[in-house]
């Protein structure tokens, strides 16, 4: 039997998406190897990560600051607002660097399958920063998934009477793929090809 | 972009074995999104790994001492060694808890292939501890492969002027295997080691 450490860390790693507990005994065993390289960098890239991020109390970005650089950058264009689900979807758009906008994280999509109601998600805090003025346009950017899209619909009813135009991503968009998944190209296409919503 | 921190850490995670760029951004995404039941527990279990492992001296086991509990144990029969490739095949065949014994781990295979010459593996110190006196039996417990079982057939030829037995690992069905879907190899290995029934 491996030690107790090696046994917490495998653990630990198999509770990661993508790991299973084969695959985390491998991670360890290879972190275990080659110490310097491997476990060492990971360790300090951990200790950083847990020392110095929050989440930006604005828009739902992780960063190392509050607000997040995004929100603190003046030459982003505030007029500007792209509501997605996750901030992964945030960080893909943030890759194509085509978006010169400010981000909404809603921390998910409603979903009745998995009891995901408006109030569990950023919504109101979207709405309060619509209602504070400032803001031309949203782009709706929620996944082209049936929970995605039945938020974007929701969220465009809740905006409905403020003075903004409301955008989403132009599909094109295989029909149920996640923002996350996509190249680059693919997510720029449809950045640039965004449409009215309604 | 994300945050320089994040990078790092994304790197990091992608450079262990199953995770690529994307799922390591996934698995980032995951730490930081439950930061108190992932992030942390990955974190404390790394800094202990780190902190407290040591390769035993005595059989290339790696533990929080050295030599390894194992190696410690009285009840562990010394005369009885088992010599595998890696430490993940000796963790294997722990969690078997049928080796009463002790082990050797040799650090790799012979590979013309990598470059991987006997001088790199710890087989001098193998023939050493058999040289000592005190173990009768040596298990070669190396992989199923080529290049596993010319490295056995190297030890083996090391090891013929010493009075010990040398035994291997059964080759054969695994357990649950079906025939239809077992390569030519093992099914010619298992027909050639075929035993009386009963």
Chains 1, 2 share one sequence.
């Not at 929100?71 to 264009?77: E, G, N, S």
């Not at 999509?109 to 109101?124: N, T």
């Not at 619909?153 to 295989?174: F, K, M, V």
């Amino acid at each position: 039997m491996a030690s107790p450490e090696i046994e917490a860390l495998t653990q630990a790693l198999a509770r990661l998406p993508g790991l299973g507990p084969r695959s985390a005994r491998r991670a360890v065993l290879h972190l275990i190897k080659k110490r310097e390289v491997t476990l060492a960098p990971l360790l300090r890239a951990l200790e950083q990560v847990n020392d110095r991020l929050a989440t930006c109390g604005t828009c739902g970005n992780v960063d190392t600051t509050d607000p997040c650089a995004i929100c603190a950058d003046p030459r982003r264009d505030a007029r500007l607002l792209c509501v997605v689900e996750e901030v992964a979807d945030l960080w893909a758009l943030e890759r194509s660097r085509l978006f010169p906008g400010r981000f909404h994280v809603l921390g998910g999509r409603l979903s009745a399958l998995e009891g995901v109601r408006p109030e569990d998600l950023a919504i109101d805090r979207l709405v309060s920063r619509i209602a504070a003025g400032g803001v031309d346009e949203v782009v709706l950017a929620m996944n082209a998934t049936l929970e995605g899209q039945t938020t974007a619909h929701y969220i465009a009813d809740r905006l409905e009477n403020y003075p903004i135009r409301l955008t989403q991503l132009a599909h094109g968009l295989p029909v149920g793929g996640e923002l996350d998944y996509l190249d680059e190209g693919t997510l720029a296409q449809a950045l640039r090809a965004r449409r009215p919503v309604g």
